[in-house]
């Protein structure tokens, strides 16, 4: 069965401080998709990036990157030098990868990290 | 419009009404998602559609909840005789047939609130 587990539920720091978002992962596919989504007090949920099962190259934007680790079944999320908007929950998603002209994709998210940050 | 709308955006029912709650996906995408997401809890997965065909529905907690997409553009999430514990936001996602990287698109969703 696939599974995500974050297991910090509520994270605070103050502005400026860089600060790690934990995310674990269970599947039995060989090949499949990791996401980070973003949902601000809106409600909306923001993209913020997908990872292949079989690249495991970190990745950086601007303050934020992605530490992926197949071994640990781990993909990290980290913000640098945080500000008062990246306050929001962070939801780490799992799917199946495929021909998406067959295969369907549902993504199964982790129960999310409310990250605070105080100026 | 340029992404995925939902209305209404807030819904307040009392317990035993049976509400409507709409999704409009970008304009021609085929997949189509419903997700149900509790307060304090991540997306859970409810229905998929590929154009008008409900493919899966196997996340539907129960027989009040239906859902239908008859013209493989709109869809619509129907709850009969609400309850209590359908409280939640009700999240949309819509997909391109050939999205790489399995890309849904969420809409704000729709807070569905039962007294």
């Known amino acids: 069965a696939q599974k995500v587990t974050q297991a910090q539920t509520e994270i605070s720091v103050v502005e400026k401080e860089d600060v790690t978002l934990d995310c674990v992962y269970e599947t039995r596919d060989t090949t499949y998709y990791l996401f980070w989504y973003k949902q601000p007090p809106s409600g909306e949920l923001v993209f913020l990036i997908r990872r292949n099962s079989f690249d495991e190259q970190n990745e950086i934007n601007g303050r934020y990157s992605w530490n992926f680790q197949k071994s640990t079944s781990s993909f990290n999320f980290t913000i640098t030098a945080s500000q008062v908007v990246d306050s929001a929950v962070y939801f780490c998603a799992l799917s199946e990868a495929g021909n998406y002209g067959g295969s369907q994709g549902n993504l199964i998210f982790g129960k999310g990290t409310k990250l605070s940050v105080k100026p | ?115």
Do not use: M
């Open chain 2, 1 to 115: 419009g340029a992404g995925v709308s939902q209305s209404p955006r807030y819904k307040v029912a009392k317990r035993g009404q049976d509400v409507a709650l709409r999704c409009d996906p970008i304009s021609g995408h085929v997949s189509l998602f419903w997700y149900q997401q509790a307060l304090g809890q991540g997306p859970e997965f409810l229905t998929y559609f590929q154009n008008e065909a409900q493919l899966d529905k196997s996340g539907l907690p129960s027989d009040r909840f239906f859902a239908e997409r008859p013209e493989g553009s709109v869809s619509t999430l129907k709850i009969q005789r609400t309850q209590q514990e359908d409280s939640a936001v009700y999240l949309c996602a819509s997909r391109a047939e050939r999205s790489s990287y399995n890309e849904q698109f969420f809409g704000p969703g729709t807070r569905l609130t039962v007294l």
